[in-house]
C-alpha cells in the first residue's frame, strides 16, 4: 500500500511539495504549517520566500508505493495525494467532499450502508448495497482494510494524508482490490510535543471542533489522542415531523501508542471509535415519468385516489412530507497493533486489526407522506479480523516485497418491513375490490433474518529489477482464496400477526403474498483465484519517467445475501444465490514530467480496463420481487486519460487544474433489468411486439439489451481546479501573511440507474468554494470560507420509486454554505 514519508521541510517547501506531486495540493499552505508529527519544521513565511530551493525542488517528498523511499514523480503508478492541510483548508472532511478534489473519485450515498465509492468508475454495483460481494475501491486507514464502505461517510479523524491509488493495487495490498484504493494515513504518535485544536462555525448551525495532542510519556513510549465532533441541522424540513433531516452527527476518538524500545523495532498500539445519530436519509420528490403500467396504478392516478398532494414538486424547496421514522445511526471502531522490524537486508511488518460496524437503521422507501410503507429497517452488526504480514527487501538492483494476509468477517441482520394504512389503495389494482379496504396490507410484516461468513486468505508479492538507471520491469503475482457462506430467511405476518405461508388460499392472502412472499435461502461461494501484473518503466530525461503496466485480476465471486429474486410463481430462482468473480484485463500508460526547474508539473496517464462477468445491480420494482440483487453481466469497459497539472511561479502564487474523461460501458448485457419507461406492463409473449417507452398499459420486454450504454454513476467529463494567492502581512501585532483561495469542479451529466432511464440523468454541474483569511508561522489561522458560492442546484443521485408508479425521487446537493475557522497550533 502506498505511503508518503514528508522529511524536515519548510511550510512553504511542503506547499511546493505537493502543489508538485499531481494531486490537488496547490493550496497546501492554506491550513497553515503542519503539524510536528509530520517531521516539518517551522519557519516565517518571508523566511520560507527567501528560499529559493524550498520553489523549485520537489524531491523532499517520497512515496513508498513500492515499499522503498522514492520521489513522488519517480513512480511508476497514477496516484493523487491530497495532505491533511489541503482537507482542512478546503472543507474535505469526508470521502464525499474529497470527490470534488480528485476527478477520478466518485461517492455516491443515500445512507451509510448504502454507499458507492467508485474509481474510474469502477468498484461496487451502482445502488443498494449487499453484504455478500466485495468492494473493487479498498478503504484502509493505516494499513488497515474497512470491509465496511460505510466508513466511507465518516468525517476524517487527525488524517495527515490521503492517497487515491488508481488501478488494480492487489499485488502490494493484503486484500485485493480492482478498481483502486483510497489510502488513509493518519498523524502517528511523537516524541515532541505536538498539540492543535480547531474550531468552525457556519450556517445551517454548522459546528466542528477538532483536537489532537501527542507527546512522550518515557524516552521510548510516545502517545497520541485525537477527537472530533461534527453537526449540523439538515437542509430538507420534514413539514410532517417539523424537523430538518439529513443532518450531520458525528464524532470520533483516536488514541495510539508508539513504544520503540531499541533501534529498529517500532510497536504501535491503535484504537478509534466513530458515531453517527444523525436524523437522515430522506429521498425527496423530484419528477414523474410514465411507465407501462395502467394509468389508474401510475402515480399520479394513485396519489389522487388517496387525495393526496406533495408538499412540493420543486425538489430544491428542499421540502418533504415522509411519515415513517428516520434515522441512520451507526458505530465504527476497533483496535490494531502494527509492528514494524529492521530484520537482516529489509523490514518484517505485521499488521494484526479488529474491527466492528454497528449499523441502526430507519428509512422510508416510499418517498411519499402516505403510509405505505411504514417501516423499512435492516440493522446489522459486523465484526472483522484481519492479520498482515510482509517483508520488504531493498538491493541495489532489486527491490521486493513478499507477504501474506488473513481475513474473517461476519455480518448479521435483523430486518423488519412493515406495509402501512395506504397500502392496499396504492398496491392492489383498484379492479380488486381488496383494494378499498386498508386491513388487508396494514401491518402486514416481513421479518428477516441473514448472516453471512467470510473468509479470505493471500500470499502476494511483487519485485523491481533495475536493468539499468533508467530501465525498471517490476513484475507482482498474487494467489487469492475465498470463501463466503450465508443464510437468509424471510418470515410474513398479516396485520393480526399470523404467519403468511404459501399454499395458503384466498384473495387477502394472494394479495398478502403479492407484497411479501416467505422464503429461505443458503448461498454460498469460494474459489481459488491467481492474478498478476507487470509493468515497465523508463527514464527518458531526469525530470521525465514513463510507464506501462498490465494487470489481469479479478474481484471475487460473491452471493445475494438481501435474499433470491423470485419467479412468477414466487418461488426464489436458486441458480441467482451466486455470482461469478469478474475477470479484469487492465491496461495503463502514464508520463511524469516536470519542468521550468521543476516549477510546474504534468503528469498524464490513459488507461483501459476490460471486465467479464462484471457484477452488476438488478432492480426490478415488480412487487413481489426483490427491488436489488446482483447478477452478471456479460462484459463492461472503463477506458479514458487523466491529467494532473500544477504550478507555482513564485512563492506566493500556485495554481493546479486536475481532470478526467472517462467512457464506462456495458460492452454485452442482453439480459439486463428494464428502465422504468419499458417496465410495469404485461410481459411480452411469443410473437408480440413490445410497446413503445411510457405506453400505459403496454406490453413490456422480459429484459432488456442494455449494450453499448453508459455505466451509472459515472460522468465522461470531471475537473477540478483552483488557485492561492497570499502576501505578507501583520494582524493584531503577528507576522504572517493574508491569502485568498478558489476550488472550483466540474462533473458532466451521468446516469443514476442501474439501467439507463430516460427519467434518472442527472444533469452536469459545477461548485465553486472560496477561502480567505490570515496565518502565522506558528500555527495560527483564522479564514472564512463559503462551499457552493453560487447556490447551484444540483442532485447527488436521482432513484427510482418502487412499484414502477413512475415516481423518481432524489437527494438535492448542499447548498451554498459559510462559515469561520480557527486554527491554532502549540
Not at 469526508?94 to 455516491?108: A, D, E, H, K, S
Not at 410514465?290 to 421540502?319: E, H, I, K, M, W
Amino acid at each position: 500500500m502506498t505511503a508518503i514519508t514528508l522529511r524536515r521541510l519548510t511550510p512553504a517547501a511542503l506547499a511546493t511539495a505537493l502543489l508538485c506531486s499531481a494531486a490537488p495540493a496547490a493550496l497546501a499552505q492554506a491550513a497553515g504549517p503542519a503539524p510536528a508529527a509530520a517531521a516539518t519544521e517551522h519557519a516565517t513565511p518571508a523566511a520560507a520566500a527567501e528560499d529559493s530551493d524550498s520553489v523549485t525542488t520537489v524531491g523532499e517528498l517520497t512515496v513508498t508505493a513500492r515499499r522503498r523511499e522514492e520521489t513522488v514523480q519517480s513512480v511508476p503508478l497514477a496516484v493523487s495525494v491530497v495532505g491533511g492541510a489541503q482537507i482542512d483548508a478546503m472543507g474535505a472532511f469526508n470521502v464525499g467532499r474529497l470527490q470534488q478534489l480528485t476527478p477520478t473519485l466518485q461517492f455516491y450515498s443515500s445512507n451509510p450502508r448504502n454507499t458507492t465509492v467508485n474509481i474510474r468508475g469502477l468498484g461496487v454495483p451502482f445502488g443498494l448495497t449487499s453484504d455478500g460481494f466485495e468492494q473493487g475501491v479498498g478503504i484502509y486507514v493505516d494499513d488497515v482494510y474497512n470491509a465496511r464502505v460505510a466508513a466511507a461517510t465518516f468525517d476524517f479523524l487527525d488524517v495527515s494524508r490521503i492517497e487515491v491509488l488508481r488501478g488494480p493495487q492487489g499485488t502490494l495490498y493484503g486484500k485485493n482490490t480492482t478498481a483502486g484504493a483510497v489510502n488513509i494515513t493518519t498523524n502517528q504518535p511523537s516524541f515532541d510535543f505536538v498539540a492543535t485544536a480547531e474550531i468552525t462555525a457556519g450556517n445551517y448551525d454548522f459546528k466542528q471542533a477538532k483536537a489532537a495532542v501527542s507527546g512522550p510519556l518515557t524516552d521510548t513510549l510516545a502517545a497520541r489522542l485525537a477527537v472530533s465532533s461534527t453537526t449540523r441541522r439538515g437542509t430538507i424540513y420534514n413539514v410532517t415531523s417539523q424537523q430538518h433531516v439529513n443532518a450531520q452527527d458525528n464524532i470520533g476518538l483516536r488514541g495510539q501508542l508508539l513504544w520503540k524500545p531499541v533501534d529498529g523495532l517500532a510497536v504501535t498500539l491503535a484504537a478509534d471509535y466513530s458515531k453517527q445519530d444523525a436524523e437522515c436519509c430522506a429521498q425527496i420528490y423530484v419528477r414523474t415519468g410514465a411507465t407501462q403500467r395502467p394509468l389508474n396504478r401510475q402515480y399520479a392516478a394513485l396519489a389522487a385516489a388517496q387525495n393526496y398532494r406533495v408538499v412540493s414538486t420543486n425538489p430544491f424547496d428542499r421540502l418533504t412530507d415522509v411519515d415513517a421514522s428516520l434515522n441512520a445511526g451507526n458505530e465504527i471502531g476497533g483496535a490494531s497493533a502494527r509492528v514494524v522490524w529492521n530484520v537482516g537486508p529489509g523490514t518484517l511488518t505485521s499488521i494484526t486489526a479488529w474491527r466492528y460496524w454497528d449499523w441502526k437503521p430507519e428509512n422510508d422507501r416510499d418517498f411519499t407522506g402516505l403510509p405505505i410503507v411504514s417501516k423499512s429497517q435492516n440493522p446489522s452488526q459486523q465484526d472483522q479480523y484481519s492479520q498482515e504480514l510482509r517483508y520488504n527487501y531493498a538491493g541495489e538492483r532489486i527491490d521486493g516485497v513478499l507477504g501474506v494476509f488473513a481475513f474473517r468477517q461476519r455480518i448479521d441482520t435483523q430486518g423488519t418491513e412493515q406495509q402501512g394504512a395506504a397500502s392496499s389503495r396504492w398496491n392492489i389494482a383498484p379492479t380488486n375490490v381488496l383494494s378499498n379496504d386498508p386491513t388487508v396490507l396494514a401491518g402486514l410484516t416481513a421479518l428477516n433474518t441473514q448472516s453471512l461468513k467470510a473468509t479470505s486468505f493471500a500470499v502476494f508479492g511483487q519485485a523491481s529489477w533495475k536493468v539499468s538507471d533508467a530501465f525498471t520491469i517490476q513484475p507482482g503475482l498474487r494467489l487469492n482464496y475465498d470463501k463466503k457462506e450465508g443464510s437468509y430467511e424471510r418470515r410474513v405476518f398479516d396485520g393480526q400477526g399470523q404467519p403468511v405461508l404459501f399454499g395458503q388460499t384466498g384473495a387477502r392472502r394472494a394479495a398478502q403474498l403479492a407484497v411479501f412472499s416467505p422464503q429461505v435461502s443458503a448461498p454460498s461461494f469460494s474459489d481459488w483465484n491467481f492474478s498478476y501484473d507487470l509493468t515497465l518503466s523508463y527514464r527518458l530525461q531526469p525530470d521525465v519517467l514513463g510507464y506501462a503496466t498490465y494487470a489481469k485480476t479479478f474481484k471475487t465471486g460473491g452471493i445475494n445475501q438481501n435474499g433470491l429474486p423470485t419467479d412468477a410463481a414466487g418461488n426464489p430462482i436458486l441458480s441467482a444465490g451466486s455470482i461469478k468473480p469478474e475477470d479484469v484485463d487492465h491496461f495503463e500508460a502514464g508520463l511524469k514530467t516536470q519542468f521550468w526547474d521543476r516549477r510546474a508539473t504534468l503528469n498524464l496517464s490513459a488507461f483501459r480496463t476490460e471486465i467479464k462477468d462484471y457484477q452488476a445491480t438488478v432492480t426490478n420494482g415488480q412487487l413481489g420481487v426483490l427491488r436489488g440483487y446482483l447478477a452478471n453481466a456479460d462484459k463492461v469497459r472503463s477506458q479514458g486519460f487523466e491529467f494532473d497539472f500544477s504550478v507555482r511561479p513564485s512563492e506566493r502564487f500556485s495554481a493546479y487544474a486536475n481532470g478526467a474523461y472517462t467512457d464506462a460501458t456495458y460492452r454485452r448485457f442482453v439480459d439486463a433489468p428494464c428502465p422504468p419507461e419499458l417496465s410495469g406492463g404485461t410481459t411480452v409473449g411469443a410473437g408480440q411486439t413490445p410497446s413503445p417507452p411510457g405506453t400505459p398499459g403496454g406490453l413490456s420486454p422480459a429484459n432488456c439489451d442494455i449494450s453499448g450504454q453508459r455505466l451509472p454513476g459515472i460522468s465522461k467529463w470531471s475537473l477540478s481546479f483552483g488557485a492561492e494567492a497570499s502576501a505578507p502581512a501583520t494582524f493584531l501585532r503577528r507576522s504572517g501573511e493574508v491569502y485568498v483561495g478558489y476550488d472550483g469542479s466540474y462533473r458532466s451529466s451521468f446516469s443514476s440507474n442501474a439501467s439507463p432511464s430516460i427519467y434518472t440523468w442527472v444533469d452536469g454541474y459545477s461548485l465553486s468554494n472560496f477561502r480567505a483569511g490570515f496565518r502565522t508561522d506558528d500555527g495560527i489561522n483564522l479564514y472564512a470560507w463559503v462551499r457552493n458560492a453560487f447556490d447551484e442546484e444540483y442532485f447527488d443521485f436521482l432513484a427510482v420509486g418502487p412499484s414502477n408508479t413512475g415516481l423518481i425521487a432524489g437527494q438535492p446537493g448542499d447548498p451554498r454554505t459559510w462559515g469561520v475557522t480557527f486554527r491554532a497550533a502549540f
